[in-house]
């Protein structure tokens, strides 16, 4: 028998008879904090576009008893220049954190009584 035969006849046979088994695997890498950092920088705007189109858009204040429609809210940097916005990134039990500093949060809705 010629060697591509057997190959060939092994593979049909696991292939036929073969069990199949999985197992968790963990891995653990390292990734240079400034690689994350400028990833996210990048990526902010686009990030907060998609925070902004999925806000509740009609929101109850039970405090003052009154309803928000129509609410729209968007996040961008106080002078709208993305590369002017100033950002930490640091860990904290495991965690990734980032602070962001010179962030504007505004919106616009109906109140309703």
Known sequence: MSRNFKRALTIGALLYSGTTSASESQYKYRIHRSLIKDTLDKNLPLAF???G???E???VLTEVNAVIEDLALKISPINNDWSTLESDLFFDAGQIVMELKNLNFSGKGNMVD
Do not use: Q
């Open 53 to 55: 189109s999925k806000v």
């Open 57 to 59: 858009k009609r929101n």
């Open 49 to 51: 576009d998609h925070i």
